[in-house]
């Protein structure tokens, strides 16, 4: 189901993504390859960044690295990965920023359909909660550190719904026609995507008890506030310049 989630996520998102390269005029081939090595190169950057993590647990266990089909992606990695990809695909058409722009509007769709596959190997959950909607974890699952509780905040779904409407805010701006200024120009897709991702992945991994972390600070966390602050420099520098 992990694999089935992720499969959707992907298959809808690049159906979406071809659909809007035909609304800008964009070579649909060259879409269709760059999907090819933005998922390649992402997929191998999702699951370094994971081997990096749990280095201790994989250099006794190196037959495993190569077990994608058993979880452990790090989006950060995906993401940065399927972004080299991207511009090793598309970087000589002279419509670089066009083509990922695409691919940042539809990122978060296959995110927000794919997260659904922590679900299915209750996984990506946070704190023990009391609330409705929290996730029940069966025993052996649990943290032992909380196996006396049974359900927990289910963060796959927080970031599921973020990711959703994160796209839908996207799409209706990057397809509404009247929108004009830096809006509508080359890049910003982009940067609103990789700034309101930062966003909400900071807060979300201070709800995670097992988060990797560097001197007490989740790494996630570290590297979205950072890219959160270049995406928010480079929005307001266009600002400038365009006023």
Not at 55 to 72: L, M, N, R, S, V
Request: with cysteine; net charge positive; charged share 15%.
């Amino acid at each position: 189901m992990y694999g089935i989630c992720l499969f959707l996520g992907i298959f809808s998102a690049t159906l979406v993504g071809e659909r809007l390269c035909k609304k800008r005029n964009l070579d649909t081939q060259i879409y269709w390859r760059a999907v090819f090595y933005a998922l390649l190169l992402g997929l191998l950057g999702a699951r370094l960044y994971h081997v990096i993590h749990r280095f201790d647990y994989f250099i006794q266990h190196p037959q495993e690295i190569i077990a994608i089909w058993q979880g452990g992606l790090g989006i950060w990695g995906g993401v940065f990965g399927g972004l080299f990809g991207l511009i090793v695909s598309t970087r000589k058409t002279g419509k670089l920023t066009a083509y990922v722009d695409i691919f940042a509007v539809v990122a978060p769709l296959a995110q927000a359909i794919g997260r659904w596959g922590n679900y299915f190997n209750k996984e990506l959950f946070g704190y023990p909660t009391n609330l409705p909607w929290g996730i029940y974890i069966p025993l052996e699952l649990r943290p032992s550190e909380f196996k006396y509780y049974d359900h927990f905040h289910p963060l796959f779904l927080y970031e599921s719904l973020f990711d959703f409407v994160l796209f839908v805010l996207l799409y209706k701006l990057f397809t509404k026609k009247k929108m004009s200024g830096i809006w509508q120009s080359s890049g910003t897709a982009t940067l609103l995507y990789l700034g309101g991702y930062s966003f909400m992945r900071f807060f979300l991994e201070l709800f995670r008890f097992n988060a990797w972390s560097i001197f007490g600070l989740p790494v996630a966390s570290i590297i979205s506030a950072l890219v959160l602050l270049i995406c928010a420099l480079a929005i307001y520098r266009r600002r400038t310049a365009a006023n």
